[in-house]
Nanobody, 120 residues
Framework: QVQLVESGGGLVQPGGSLRLSCAAS????????MGWYRQAPTKQRELVAT???????DYADSVKGRFTISRDNAENTVYLQMNSLKPDDTAVYYC??????????????WGRGTQVTVSS
């Protein structure tokens, strides 16, 4: 079983910064891609940023130049550094990890989410 534990959310003023972390635990698998998604009230969950094990990165256009995703493969941990935060960034942020098991089986896993609120 893959467990994801997120941390780092909170309340920040516009223009401020936050850093999210997500650690994957368990055994018997290799974590392939990891990423962050977010869901604001009344909106669908949307991709924020993803990073593969080899370091290929994708960002949503809305966060390019402000957010930076990184990971520590040895610790199965992914980070999201969020700078120049805007009220529109307010959402629950979810960590996602894709696990590769023996036999080529791939599964997708979600964290419980961490609230990020940008407000003065």
């Amino acid at each position: 079983q893959v467990q994801l534990v997120e941390s780092g959310g909170g309340l920040v003023q516009p223009g401020g910064s936050l850093r999210l972390s997500c650690a994957a635990s368990g055994s018997g698998f290799t974590i392939d891609a990891m990423g962050w998604y977010r869901q604001a009230p009344t909106k669908q969950r949307e991709l924020v940023a993803t990073i593969t094990r080899s370091g290929s990165i994708d960002y949503a256009d809305s966060v390019k130049g402000r957010f930076t995703i990184s990971r520590d493969n040895a610790e199965n941990t992914v980070y999201l550094q969020m700078n120049s935060l805007k009220p529109d960034d307010t959402a629950v942020y979810y960590c996602n990890a894709r696990a590769r098991w023996s036999g080529g089986i791939i599964t997708s896993h979600w964290g419980r989410g961490t609230q990020v609120t940008v407000s003065s």
